[in-house]
């Protein structure tokens, strides 16, 4: 057996995760995923002002900038059995769903693309071809001949320059590489405009929520900025119209640009759609229904769709049960008082750091042991992927009206059948159906918002429990939100108005898992599994199936203690 | 305290930094495709954010034009990447790619091409040619070197090998500036700033929870115009950025004097853009350039779209900002029964003496920008406090605490 291969750090994602794979005859036999830094948000949280909660469970992570902030909100309003005016709903909404858009595609263009792309490549297109090539995917304003060659010549001094910067060291010349050299010099320039585009996009965020990154005008019980078509200080008739051009600008951008360079991607990689499948098993929370979701309850009427898909299997979909989410920490750094390997449920959860992994600077975790700062988050027993691909399966398998056409249609665009999409390409395909159904129903929202204004209402907050002494002296709620990476729920116990215990469980967690006390794998570690390796010094192939989920490991660390108990204890061997 | 950075290679920027801008220094611009005119602009803007005399946007375009791409090496520990998304935010499109391709950003995690082995080798020799300026976003742990590690080494042995030859850390967000939310009571990671681990570095702190990237390319700009880093306060903020109170630059200033108060969310004073101190604002005890700047381009900021600011610029702010929604404790001589009337006249004395000392700022500012070279640390300890005996306490742990960082524990 040769030596683990190690990708440590992972680059391009959120925070810090390493890879170790046994790679043995070119392909990846095995394989662990690790997060590698932990912060203890858990025990910062005991005792704090449950109102304050979404501020700090925000900083979970400042790239999914929203939906900590939301999920934390949504469990102190469960708790206290708050509903938010319909007017505080649509905004959440509004900009959940700018969220998806603008967090998809700098994943698809910044985060991903490079291990589709040959930068270098770009060097030896022929512009004038280049953009016979971008014309004929698309009507994109931006595929000129001019556009292309500006964009080479920009790229070719940048390399006389001497200095690659982000570009260096890349795995450029890779025989994984395969587009020619016009799509890779379009791709790049689309790249290039994505930085521009993400920028501008997320201004609805900052109309709406102040600022971003962490938009700041969420508040336990509605929201806290005002509506009024007569003040200048408030959401007025001038918002809701820049609004309405930015969500517009980002349908145009997934029509006119992700979705076709999704689609030369996908024609141009067939063999990734047999790579990178994994559990196979899918479970999504559902969100953007509008009507409040009764208490403890997912969202069962959103524009997402709530439900377990188990095994692949198309022909049934489950709903889901809040209580068969359970953790165990069998391979993480932590310990529990009734044993590592016993699952307990959020409301239950502990936790206690205890860091066994070996005294930093090393070469290997000890895999066989603990290696992760996470736990192992399972539903019903067994492990379970979450995420675009989950909520697209979970929606093709419901007949969905709206995901099933969609999902269709791609399908017989590649010439493939349902079962690709268990695969590295059909997550990253997935991630880009799921932002254009969500930039067309961001129209959409919008009108409802503006049609509930124009009936007079002005209301965003319910303010009837907005002071600690009308709360009840215990109390405890769940917030469930279908974030961009996945399901994620917020956990709360709430004690004399104060939190007693906080717990997130985070689609990174569910996706990152390591082993549970059954020795079952999670979603990145099944996914490995068969991914031909060409050059172990170059493994290209790793970040192309890791990188698919987009791994989000700020979110993933971050198991809260829920009885109050905090204890940190650091043992190094 | 006088800080200098090594000067950069000689270059074309030595002689005509204080003369107009040269035609041929913009060659390499246009050949990244951007026209001269707004790239003019944007030194404009640059200027203006940086506080200097207008008169000054020629020669932060010459040096931004014909920097000798200095080495950025950007650092994650502790940290939700949140100041890694606000810099992709960075404004005008064009000239703020143009500002990546000038500096050589050789590692960022979040953006980078190569990764693992690869990724490591590309900091390390970054590192190893030195004078670069290092980025750090998050806080480092001290309570164990298995809370953070990156490639197998820890947080603490990575920060102290990519520090050494540094120009300039530039610690972007409150986690690397302060310890931030980690450091947050009980701080269980045992979680320091930066400045904590590393020493005989000169060091800007740009805290803000994330960052506003306006500031961190107006220190970029001002480095590279003038070879040395900005006037910086006790807590190394700079003054061009961090020189005024929120409250004092504050819109809605106008209803505190008045004793006009959102009182709920939503209510017709909130709707009206009344102050929102009674709904917590801890505006008066933050100091940041928000109302000013704004975020994303200017669009909108915290306060201006309704909520309260929370003090995400000032040291322990986690303990000494919270619970967020009561009133600022800290405001002498007004308890709960204080009439808003009387707050409000208090303040304005308070104003009259703000205004006083803003005024010393921007003199000792432009003074630094007269000399074109490092001047001493301005030190606007003694007015702060001046400004609290007049009305506001500052923040507990805030400008009056020279070292206070982590906050109480």
């Avoid at chain 2, 004097?257 to 709920?264: E, H, K, P, S, V």
Wanted: glycine share 12%; charged share 20%; proline share 7%.
């Amino acid at each position: 057996m040769s030596p683990r291969i190690v990708v440590d750090p992972i680059t391009r994602i959120e925070g810090h995760l390493r890879i170790e794979a046994q790679v043995d005859g070119g392909m990846v036999q095995d394989a662990w995923s690790s997060t590698t830094m932990w912060r203890g948000l858990e025990q910062i949280l005991i005792g704090r002002d449950p109102r304050d909660a979404w501020y700090f469970a925000q900083r979970i992570c400042g790239v999914c900038t929203t939906v900590h902030a939301l999920a934390s909100i949504r469990a102190v309003e469960d708790a206290l059995d708050i509903t938010p005016p319909l007017n505080a709903r649509l905004l959440r909404d509004l900009i959940g769903v700018s969220q998806y858009v603008h967090d998809h595609v700098v994943h698809f263009y910044h985060l991903h693309a490079l291990d589709w792309v040959d930068v270098v490549s770009a060097l030896k297109a022929d512009p004038q071809q280049a953009a016979v090539v971008a014309q004929s995917l698309s009507d994109y304003p931006r595929n000129t001949a001019k556009q292309m060659t500006a964009v080479q010549q920009r790229l070719q001094a940048f390399v006389q320059g001497g200095r690659l910067g982000p570009f260096a060291n890349g795995y450029w010349g890779h025989p994984a590489y395969k587009l020619s050299p016009e799509v890779n010099l379009l791709a790049v320039s689309h790249y290039l405009d994505a930085l521009d585009f993400q920028r501008d996009y997320v201004k609805i965020h900052a109309l709406l929520g102040g600022k971003n990154p962490h938009p700041q005008t969420y508040v336990v019980g509605g929201m806290a900025i005002p509506i009024d078509p007569n003040s200048q200080y408030a959401i007025n008739d001038n918002t809701l119209q820049q609004v309405r051009g930015l969500l517009q600008s980002g349908l145009n951008f997934v029509n006119q640009a992700y979705i076709p360079d999704l689609v030369a991607i996908g024609k141009s990689y067939p063999e990734w759609t047999a790579i990178g499948g994994g559990l196979n098993s899918y479970m999504t929370f559902g969100d953007f229904g509008g009507a409040q979701p009764k208490r403890g309850q997912t969202d069962t009427a959103g524009i997402l769709p709530s439900g377990i898909v188990r095994n692949g299997d198309l022909s049934k979909v489950e709903p889901v049960d809040p209580m068969k989410i359970t953790e165990d920490v069998a391979r993480g750094w932590y310990s529990y008082r009734e044993g590592d390997g016993t699952p307990l449920r959020p409301y239950d959860g502990e936790t206690t750091a205890n860091y066994t992994g070996p005294n930093p600077p090393y070469d290997f975790l000890d895999v066989d042991k603990k290696y992760t700062w996470l736990k192992a988050a399972r539903y019903d027993g067994i492990p379970v992927e979450v995420g675009p691909l989950a909520r697209m399966m979970v929606g093709y398998a419901a007949g969905d009206a709206r995901i099933k056409p969609l999902v269709d249609g791609a399908l017989q665009t590649l010439g493939v059948g349902p079962a690709a999409l268990h695969s590295t390409l059909g997550r990253t395909l997935a991630r880009g159906l799921e932002t254009k159904l969500l930039a067309d129903q961001s129209l959409g929202l919008l009108d409802q918002l503006v049609a509930n204004i124009a009936g007079g209402d002005l209301a965003v907050h319910a303010g009837v429990k907005w002071e600690p002494k009308s709360w009840p002296a215990k109390a405890r709620g769940v917030g469930f939100h279908e974030a961009p990476r996945g399901a994620l729920s917020h956990w709360i116990v709430i004690e004399d108005q104060k939190i007693k215990g906080y717990q997130a469980v985070v689609p990174s967690t569910w996706n990152a898992s390591p082993r549970d006390a059954k020795g079952q794998p999670g979603a990145y570690e099944a996914a490995l599994v068969g991914t031909p390796i060409a050059d172990p010094k170059q493994p290209l192939e790793i970040l192309r199936t890791v990188h698919s989920f987009d791994p989000c490991m700020a979110c993933a660390a971050h198991v809260i203690d829920a009885d109050g108990t905090p204890i940190v204890e650091v043992r190094v061997q | 305290m006088s800080i200098v950075p090594p000067a950069p290679a000689p270059s074309q920027t030595a002689s005509t930094a204080n003369g107009p801008i040269d035609d041929g220094l913009l060659a390499r611009l246009f050949e990244l495709g951007v026209d001269r005119r707004s790239f003019l602009k944007y030194c404009g803007v640059l200027t203006a954010t940086l506080a200097l005399p207008p008169s000054f946007a020629p020669r932060v375009a010459a040096a931004v034009a014909a920097a000798d791409k200095p080495s950025m090496v950007y650092l994650a520990f502790q940290d939700c990447t949140g100041n890694a998304e606000s810099m992709l935010r960075a404004r005008n499109p064009d000239i703020a790619s143009v500002i990546l391709d000038l500096m050589s950003v050789d590692y960022q995690e979040t953006v980078m091409a190569a990764a693992g082995e690869q990724s490591k080798q590309a900091r390390d020799a970054a590192v190893g040619k030195g004078g670069h300026i290092l980025v750090v976003e998050g806080s480092v742990p001290l309570g164990g070197d298995g809370y953070c590690t990156i490639g197998g080494e820890s947080a603490q042995q990575i920060l102290k090998k990519a520090s050494k030859g540094a120009a300039a850390i530039i610690n972007v967000g409150t986690c690397s500036a302060f310890g931030g939310l980690p450091a947050a009571h009980p701080n269980p990671t045992k979680a320091v700033a930066v400045g904590d681990v590393v020493s005989g570095v000169p060091i800007v702190n740009l805290p803000g929870c994330p960052m506003n990237v306006d500031n961190l390319t107006a220190t970029i700009a001002h480095y590279l115009t003038f070879k040395a880093l900005p006037a910086r306060d006790s807590q190394q903020r700079p003054l061009f950025a961090y020189g005024d109170r929120i409250h004092d630059n504050c819109p809605r200033r106008g209803h505190f004097d008045a004793g006009q108060f959102a009182m709920a969310w939503g209510d017709e004073g909130h709707r009206e853009g009344y102050c929102l101190y009674r709904l917590g604002c801890k505006g008066p005890s933050t100091f940041h350039n928000c109302p000013i700047l704004k975020w994303n381009g200017g669009t909108q900021w915290p306060i201006g779209a309704g909520h309260g600011c929370v003090g995400c610029s000032e040291a322990g702010f986690w303990d000494t900002m919270t619970p967020f929604y009561d009133r600022l404790p800290h405001i002498e001589g007004f308890g709960v029964d204080s009439t808003a009337e009387k707050l409000g006249l208090t303040v304005v004395g308070a104003t009259a003496v703000g205004f006083g000392l803003h005024g010393v700022g921007k003199t000792l500012q432009n003074k630094l920008g007269r000399n074109g070279d490092e001047q001493s640390t301005v030190d606007v300890t003694d007015g702060s406090t001046d400004l609290g005996s007049a009305g506001f306490g500052s923040s507990p742990a805030g400008r009056d605490n020279p070292d206070g960082k982590a906050g109480p524990a």
